[in-house]
């Protein structure tokens, strides 16, 4: 009897019910947002996406807060870009009560405005997000990435 108890309790524990799917998919929506502004060359939006005391990593650099990433590194880099494109984008998402847990691979390819030249990368990135009375909001994110061999 221990025994089915048991195994029914880590059943239960393990199901994915349609509320965590959902918020999963809204997770998702928040990540898919701030990709695509990075495309679109346009960081207007970014900051409603992050938390107020959010930080940001990149490579092995502490950015700060998303403003002073987005005014001292990101603003200025896309900036001289004339695309900035993904593709091969995967992201896998936990959310566990109010976080979430993503991971996100990726290629990416960025044309330059001066000359036209083109750099391939391959990316990741992991974020933590909070649910808050707005909806879910990164609370942290670090990203990497190295240059693909041309």
Request: hydrophobic share 40%; charged share 20%; aromatic share 8%.
């Given at each position: 009897?221990?025994?089915?108890?048991?195994?029914?309790?880590?059943?239960?524990?393990?199901?994915?019910?349609?509320?965590?799917i959902t918020e999963v998919?809204?997770?998702?929506?928040?990540?898919n947002s701030y990709k695509k502004s990075l495309e679109s060359l346009d960081t207007t939006g970014i900051p409603k996406l992050f938390i107020k005391n959010a930080r940001v990593f990149e490579q092995a650099k502490d950015e700060g807060s998303i403003q002073n990433y987005l005014t001292h590194h990101l603003g200025p880099e896309l900036q001289i870009f004339k695309t900035f494109s993904f593709s091969d984008y995967k992201v896998d998402v936990t959310v566990c009560n109010l976080r979430a847990f993503a991971t996100e691979t990726y290629l990416y390819t960025i044309v330059l405005a001066k000359d036209g030249s083109v750099i391939k990368s391959q990316g990741v990135a992991t974020s933590i997000l909070i649910k808050t009375s707005d909806g879910w909001r990164i609370e942290l994110t670090h990203s990497s990435f190295r240059k693909l061999k041309q």
């Amino acid at each position: 009897m221990k025994k089915i108890l048991l195994s029914l309790a880590v059943s239960l524990a393990c199901m994915t019910s349609n509320a965590q799917i959902t918020e999963v998919e809204a997770v998702k929506s928040v990540l898919n947002s701030y990709k695509k502004s990075l495309e679109s060359l346009d960081t207007t939006g970014i900051p409603k996406l992050f938390i107020k005391n959010a930080r940001v990593f990149e490579q092995a650099k502490d950015e700060g807060s998303i403003q002073n990433y987005l005014t001292h590194h990101l603003g200025p880099e896309l900036q001289i870009f004339k695309t900035f494109s993904f593709s091969d984008y995967k992201v896998d998402v936990t959310v566990c009560n109010l976080r979430a847990f993503a991971t996100e691979t990726y290629l990416y390819t960025i044309v330059l405005a001066k000359d036209g030249s083109v750099i391939k990368s391959q990316g990741v990135a992991t974020s933590i997000l909070i649910k808050t009375s707005d909806g879910w909001r990164i609370e942290l994110t670090h990203s990497s990435f190295r240059k693909l061999k041309q």
